[in-house]
Structure formats: structure tokens, C-alpha cells
């Protein structure tokens, strides 16, 4: 187990010992079936899309919503199917840190996918896109953490 595994969430950490079992184009099919996963956003939400932020960042037009329950987190993306593979590491990584506290989500180094090798499939422009996305979830973890949310 390397060092960066010991600083994810458990269910993150399955996911990305999942990505290190496959080769090559395995790793960009793991990645679109979690696209094909991801969850519709809640009724609620749905109804409500100023609650969601864009990650202004990445050239695919992502949203995010963050929810604490009892210190807990969960974030909920909306991201085009058009756009599989940020779609699809949105989708792992909703559910990689479903359920987890603020701190466990600053604790995610910030290159972990390299650990999944997905810098091996992937272009520049859309790891800057995971990165990204990745630093949103933390910035918006860490406003959880400081009380600045709802």
C-alpha cells in the first residue's frame, strides 16, 4: 500500500486499486462505465440548480452541490454525458468520498489519479480538468469545515 492510498477515503481507495488492475484502455473503459453511473441529480436539486456551483476551471461545464449530514459529505455533480471521461471521474469521485468527513476530503493528495495511472490515458487538458475538479471538492469541504456553508 503506498503512502497516498493511506490518505483516501476507503471506498476511494478501492477505486483506485480497481483503475491499477486494469491496462491501458481498460483504465479509460473502468472510467466510462462510472460515467455511465453517475446518479441524476435529486428531485430537489434538479428543481433548485442555483444550489449548484460550476467548476469554472475545467473547459467541460461541471456543477457540484455539497451536503454535510452530521459531518459527513456528499456531492452531487451534474456533468454532460458528452463529456465521458470528466463524467465519469466525477462519478468516482462522488463516490469515492460519499460519507466522508471534511477533513478526509482535504486529505486526498492532489495527484492521487496518477496512482490509477490515469495520466497514461488521458490528455492534459482533461487531468487539469480532474485536478480541478478535485480542488473544488476540497474548497468546498473546507467551507463545510469552517461552518461558511448554509
Not at 460550476?54 to 455539497?66: G, I, K, L, R, S
Request: proline share 7%; hydrophobic share 35%; glycine share 8%.
Amino acid at each position: 500500500m503506498s503512502e497516498t492510498q493511506t490518505m483516501l477515503p476507503p471506498r476511494l481507495e478501492e477505486i483506485v486499486e480497481d483503475f491499477k488492475l486494469c491496462e491501458g484502455k481498460e483504465k479509460l473503459e473502468l472510467l466510462f462505465e462510472y460515467s455511465g453511473r453517475m446518479p441524476p441529480l435529486p428531485d430537489w436539486l434538479a428543481k433548485d440548480r442555483g444550489q449548484l456551483e460550476q467548476v469554472h476551471e475545467c473547459m467541460t461545464p461541471v456543477f457540484v452541490h455539497a451536503e454535510a449530514k452530521e459531518g459527513k459529505m456528499e456531492f452531487f455533480f451534474d456533468v454532460p454525458e458528452e463529456s465521458p471521461s470528466v463524467r465519469g471521474y466525477a462519478a468516482l469521485l462522488s463516490e469515492g468520498v460519499k460519507g466522508s468527513t471534511p477533513e478526509a476530503v482535504l486529505a486526498i493528495p492532489g495527484d492521487f489519479y496518477h496512482e490509477m495511472g490515469l495520466q497514461e490515458v488521458l490528455s492534459n487538458q482533461r487531468l487539469n480538468g480532474i485536478r480541478a475538479i478535485l480542488r473544488y471538492i476540497k474548497m468546498l469541504a473546507k467551507r463545510e469545515l469552517n461552518g461558511e456553508n448554509n
